[in-house]
């Protein structure tokens, strides 16, 4: 139940200069019991690794409030960062699976906690730990050097024999385009890489499903490009 109120007083406006009639409200609601928010409990069980102490690698287990928080294990992790430990490392950018930095071994799966879903219907707890058989740096986060000078080894840009006319272009047609469906979208998170065995063998001279597929991209690109210019 809601009352109001009014008040009516007359204020001073100057000497001579009458009197200005101001009104003001007030009200008071009856209070209520303020209901508790729902409460959907999920565990999640974080590798822990900090190089500058002697503990051993650790699994730790964080309990946080699902109806609190987005929908994505990025979501949960920030939280568990903001509000539980704010000592827990992991990489993120974008929270939008553009950027890749997010990678990471999700209950057994390589993938993006911004993309991976929270499995709230499951009383079982999540089990995050780093993209396998990478060098940690600390907690989530690997070490992504060799990764990335594989990638650099493959050259991924276009190579032309002779320089381009100044000011003319080469332009690709919507079929050619098309051609580079299923390559160019890659991210270089190192998901796929860091999920072959092959690569878990030989890192130092196996380049990898990653780097092998922008060598496959650009080689496709030299070739069509060799044929618009003929």
């Not at 050619?176 to 998170?189: P, Q």
Request: aromatic share 8%; charged share 25%; with cysteine.
């Amino acid at each position: 139940m809601s009352t109001v109120s009014r008040v009516f007083r007359r204020l001073p406006s100057g000497e001579g200069a009458g009197s200005v009639l101001a009104r003001a409200f007030s009200s008071s609601t009856a209070s209520s019991a303020v209901e508790p928010k729902a409460s959907k409990p999920k565990t999640f069980s974080i590798y822990r690794w900090n190089p500058d102490h002697t503990e051993k690698p650790r699994l730790e287990n964080y309990t946080i409030n699902t109806k609190e928080c987005g929908p994505m294990v990025l979501d949960a992790l920030i939280k568990i960062k903001s509000e539980t430990d704010p000592s827990l490392t992991f990489r993120r950018s974008c929270r939008e699976g553009i950027c890749g930095s997010c990678a990471m071994n999700i209950n057994g799966c390589n993938g993006l906690a911004c993309l991976t879903k929270i499995e709230v219907a499951s009383d079982s707890a999540t089990t995050i730990t780093p993209l396998p058989h990478m060098f940690v740096v600390k907690d989530l986060v690997v070490d992504m050097t060799n990764f990335y000078n594989q990638y650099k080894s493959i050259e991924p840009w276009l190579k032309r024999k002779t320089p381009p006319q100044d000011g003319k272009e080469i332009l690709q047609s919507k079929k050619d385009r098309a051609k580079l469906d299923g390559m160019y979208e890659c991210i270089l998170c190192a998901c796929c890489s860091t999920s072959c065995p092959s690569y878990w063998w030989n890192p130092e001279k196996y380049l990898g499903p990653a780097a092998l597929l922008h060598a496959n991209r650009w080689k496709v690109t030299a070739v069509m490009s060799i044929r618009r210019r003929g």
